[in-house]
């Protein structure tokens, strides 16, 4: 589609009369010279679709810029991104808009719903945009594409109770060391070990005495995600809703997030990587790959993630690790300043 075509295009009704969404992902050609820039940027402003912009040979004309901005992302070839936080790199742009587009048919209402969060959400402050963030998960938990997901998953028994503290908390003077410690669930976030990480950042917030947090994990993996034997067993979306926002991790740890450091390590997927992204400081191993898998779910990320990713990375490159369900390697992290540095070997505290 061409730029000038927004207008009409990107502006129709996005739902079909029985409440479809109807195409809720467009592309946007952006290898042409830029013309009326002012008019397509305030129609992709407008729009309620996902858009997305590709240019196939070079990055786009800076004199797209504006329109850029306002797209949800943009896909240039490999080598080509200035730098600039709009952009993605890969090897083919047509190539990968098509598997983007194909993400949002499979899944319209995950994929529109967290593109919008993602253009206003960067305008609340952490609480409120925690809040905006959950009322929307909560929203997708009753629709048809999480119920589709628990329907394929199947019915799954809870997660044994933890043999173990499933936070390690060791202190040494003023510093303070937390190990997610389930390696047998790979340390994913379920119940035991969201409320056992959320009590130490209660500590935290409560001694000014400590002044730095190193936070990491034992096992294979810095942390999994989310629990998915936990998934869909809330009692209702407004409990789980209360749940995420004030029981969550995310909040306390924002709250002391300039004392903490945390270093990654293998998988840190969903969750594993939305509250790292907290902390002042993030060191991955070499090893560390990171993925957000919410939307082939039929859900958004929901440990805060809309929230701590797109501070640090934009709001375009978090909606593509989203809508991609690419795994990005620690370099790939650093280039983006999603982690702050890579190093192999962790800290003693």
């Given at each position: 589609?061409?730029?000038?075509?927004?207008?009409?295009?990107?502006?129709?009704?996005?739902?079909?009369?029985?409440?479809?969404?109807?195409?809720?992902?467009?592309?946007?050609?952006?290898?042409?010279?830029?013309?009326?820039?002012?008019?397509?940027?305030?129609?992709?402003?407008?729009?309620?679709?996902?858009?997305?912009?590709?240019?196939?040979?070079?990055?786009?004309?800076?004199?797209?810029?504006?329109?850029?901005?306002?797209?949800?992302?943009?896909?240039?070839?490999?080598?080509?991104?200035?730098?600039?936080?709009?952009?993605?790199?890969?090897?083919?742009?047509?190539?990968?808009?098509?598997?983007?587009?194909?993400?949002?048919?499979?899944?319209?209402?995950?994929?529109?719903?967290?593109?919008?969060?993602?253009?206003?959400?960067?305008?609340?402050?952490?609480?409120?945009?925690?809040?905006?963030?959950?009322?929307?998960?909560?929203?997708?938990?009753?629709?048809?594409?999480?119920?589709?997901?628990?329907a394929r998953r199947g019915p799954r028994p809870?997660?044994?109770?933890?043999?173990?503290?499933?936070?390690?908390?060791?202190?040494?003077?003023?510093?303070?060391?937390?190990?997610?410690?389930?390696?047998?669930?790979?340390?994913?976030?379920?119940?035991?070990?969201?409320?056992?990480?959320?009590?130490?950042?209660?500590?935290?917030?409560?001694?000014?005495?400590?002044?730095?947090?190193?936070?990491?994990?034992?096992?294979?993996?810095?942390?999994?995600?989310?629990?998915?034997?936990?998934?869909?067993?809330?009692?209702?979306?407004?409990?789980?809703?209360?749940?995420?926002?004030?029981?969550?991790?995310?909040?306390?740890?924002?709250?002391?997030?300039?004392?903490?450091?945390?270093?990654?390590?293998?998988?840190?997927?969903?969750?594993?990587?939305?509250?790292?992204?907290?902390?002042?400081?993030?060191?991955?191993?070499?090893?560390?790959r990171i993925r957000l898998p919410e939307i082939?779910?039929?859900?958004?990320?929901?440990?805060?993630?809309?929230?701590?990713?797109?501070?640090?990375?934009?709001?375009?490159?978090?909606?593509?690790?989203?809508?991609?369900?690419?795994?990005?390697?620690?370099?790939?992290?650093?280039?983006?300043?999603?982690?702050?540095s890579v190093a192999g070997h962790q800290p003693?505290?």
């Open positions: 589609m061409a730029p000038a075509a927004l207008a009409a295009q990107g502006t129709a009704p996005l739902l079909a009369e029985d409440g479809r969404i109807e195409q809720p992902l467009l592309v946007v050609d952006l290898d042409g010279e830029p013309e009326d820039v002012g008019a397509a940027a305030a129609a992709a402003t407008a729009s309620d679709r996902v858009l997305v912009g590709i240019s196939r040979g070079r990055a786009p004309d800076p004199g797209w810029e504006p329109l850029v901005r306002a797209l949800d992302l943009t896909l240039v070839p490999s080598g080509s991104d200035r730098g600039i936080r709009e952009v993605v790199t890969v090897p083919d742009p047509a190539a990968a808009a098509l598997a983007l587009s194909a993400t949002a048919r499979a899944h319209p209402h995950a994929s529109v719903v967290l593109a919008g969060l993602l253009r206003w959400g960067g305008e609340l402050d952490v609480p409120a945009a925690l809040d905006a963030e959950s009322l929307a998960y909560s929203a997708l938990l009753g629709g048809p594409e999480f119920a589709a997901w628990l809870l997660p044994p109770p933890a043999r173990e503290d499933p936070v390690r908390v060791r202190r040494d003077g003023d510093e303070l060391r937390l190990t997610l410690n389930r390696p047998e669930r790979r340390n994913a976030y379920g119940r035991e070990l969201r409320d056992a990480l959320v009590s130490a950042l209660h500590l935290v917030a409560w001694d000014e005495r400590i002044v730095r947090v190193v936070l990491d994990g034992t096992g294979p993996s810095f942390c999994s995600g989310g629990d998915l034997d936990e998934f869909g067993t809330a009692p209702d979306p407004v409990t789980g809703h209360l749940v995420r926002t004030r029981a969550g991790a995310a909040l306390p740890l924002h709250r002391v997030a300039d004392r903490v450091e945390v270093w990654l390590h293998g998988a840190c997927v969903g969750a594993g990587i939305e509250l790292p992204a907290y902390a002042h400081r993030i060191v991955a191993a070499p090893d560390t082939g779910m039929g859900l958004i990320p929901g440990a805060g993630g809309t929230v701590s990713i797109p501070r640090r990375i934009g709001r375009w490159r978090t909606l593509y690790l989203a809508l991609s369900d690419a795994v990005i390697d620690a370099q790939t992290a650093l280039s983006w300043g999603l982690v702050d003693t505290v």
